[in-house]
Structures are given as structure tokens and as C-alpha cells.
């Protein structure tokens, strides 16, 4: 049974960083994508940033270029996403997401994914 555990987030002030991690259990095979998306209070879930673990390619939300950075952790389903410089409109619950055995065109579109986190708080203050 396929499992996506999120770890970390928690409370800061602005300016302040975190740092999220999600490992992907149970699966016979490594992820094509693996993602973080974000849903703040009255807000749809919107695509923060994504990984294509066998080559490495990332992208971004525009609003959190050059402040985010994800990457790939010791195997292909273990990603993190370290946070610099948080606002307080990054306030949002933050989920993990992995696309396995399918095809991903978005990577960046919550729909592209099959397997997803229970997800995990983050909260910024001013």
C-alpha cells in the first residue's frame, strides 16, 4: 500500500524559514513527480513546486521563486521543500503529492497526481 507521509512546518514569524519533507512508501517503483501543493483557509489548492526525480528538473509557482527550493533526498521518494524568506500569505496547510505509473504533462496541476499526504500546517505571522 502506497503511503505519503509529510513531516515538519509548524509556526514562524515573516522572513522566517521551514522546511517540509515527504517520503513516498510501498511503492514498487519510483515516483515520475513528486510535488507540493498548498491550500490556505477559503482558498483553492494551488501547485507550490514540483520534482521530476529522474532527471531533476524542478519548477515553481511564480509567487515563490527564488524564496522555495525543492529537492530530492537520498532516492527518488524523498523530497523537501525548503522555505526562505516566508510571507504571511505562505500561511496554508501544504500536502505532498507523487504521481505513480502515470503520465504527468503539469506538474504543477493537483490533477497530474494519484497519490497524495494527509498534509501539514504552516503558518506565518507578521
Known amino acids: 500500500q502506497v503511503q505519503v507521509v509529510e513531516s515538519g512546518g509548524g509556526s514562524v514569524q515573516a522572513e522566517g524559514s521551514l522546511r517540509l519533507s515527504c517520503t513516498v512508501s510501498g511503492a514498487s517503483y519510483g515516483s515520475n513527480y513528486m510535488a507540493w501543493f498548498r491550500q490556505g483557509s477559503g482558498k483553492e489548492r494551488e501547485g507550490v513546486a514540483a520534482i521530476e526525480p529522474s532527471f531533476g528538473r524542478t519548477y515553481y509557482t511564480d509567487s515563490v521563486k527564488g524564496r522555495f527550493t525543492i529537492s530530492q533526498d537520498n532516492g527518488k521518494n524523498t523530497v523537501s521543500l525548503h522555505m526562505n524568506s516566508l510571507r504571511p500569505e505562505d500561511t496554508a496547510m501544504y500536502y505532498c503529492?507523487?504521481?505513480?505509473?502515470?503520465?504527468?504533462?503539469?506538474?504543477?496541476?493537483?490533477?497530474?497526481?494519484?497519490?497524495w499526504g494527509q498534509g501539514t500546517q504552516v503558518t506565518v505571522s507578521s
Open positions: 503529492a507523487a504521481a505513480l505509473g502515470i503520465a504527468t504533462l503539469n506538474p504543477l496541476d493537483q490533477y497530474e497526481y494519484n497519490y
